[in-house]
């Protein structure tokens, strides 16, 4: 057994501990917090948008039937917010609008303008109409954009028109006059205007 004289003279071992590792313990624990109030952060920044749960022809209102919340990022885009839902309710589709579709500001147009019927004129080529169109008829209107533009295909800009008027020649109707809601009345003019738009009759079936 070692007096107290011989254990006072035995090395005694160092406990410190290495700078290095206390400075990455500071580092980890300062990370980890830096972590937790990013992801905080980005809690707080999402946003509550207006979303469609069921396709909505351009042209037609959309009703309170259709829109759900939607919490998402906020990344600057202008969407329908949640809180002004009664809003997008009374408005109309100013396009065809797919079921999960995010609403933006020009996808909807206000409830003031929506189902006043106007009336458009239409200059037609063979194959662009039914060759029986008649006055009176329930038609949808369809761009078709040419080869030249690239785009994806066919779009329904009108979901639901009316013939008012129709002349042929030759066997095929080439000018017609078609009631529709004012609010896509422009896009089809537009559209008419460069021969990219087609008549489809609503009929049923024989």
């Known amino acids: 057994m070692l007096t107290g004289a011989a254990s006072r003279g035995l090395p005694q071992w160092s406990r410190r501990r290495s700078p290095g590792l206390?400075?990455?313990?500071v580092l980890l624990v300062l990370g980890g917090a830096l972590a937790t109030a990013l992801l905080v952060k980005r809690a707080e920044e999402r946003t509550s948008v207006v979303r469609v749960s069921g396709r909505v022809g351009a042209g037609q209102?959309?009703?309170?039937?259709?829109?759900?919340?939607?919490?998402i990022?906020?990344?600057?885009?202008?969407?329908?917010?949640w809180s002004q839902r009664d809003q997008v309710a009374r408005g109309v589709a100013t396009v065809t609008v797919l079921p999960g579709t995010l609403l933006t500001r020009p996808m909807v147009a206000g409830g003031a303008v929506a189902g006043r019927p106007v009336r458009v004129g239409l200059s037609l080529r063979p194959g662009q109409a039914p060759?029986?169109?008649?006055?009176?008829e329930r038609v949808q209107l369809i761009h078709v954009p040419g080869r030249r533009n690239g785009s994806d295909g066919p779009v329904v800009v009108a979901e639901e028109a009316v013939i008012d008027s129709v002349s042929y020649r030759s066997g095929s109707a080439d000018q017609a006059t078609v009631i529709v809601d004012s609010v896509v009345a422009p896009m089809v003019a537009a559209h008419a205007v460069s021969g990219e738009i087609a008549i489809a009759a609503i009929r049923a079936q024989p």
């Open 22 to 25: 206390a400075a990455l313990a």
């Open 61 to 71: 209102p959309f009703g309170s039937g259709v829109l759900q919340e939607a919490r």
């Open 73 to 81: 990022a906020d990344d600057g885009a202008a969407y329908w917010p």
């Open 131 to 136: 060759y029986d169109l008649q006055r009176g």
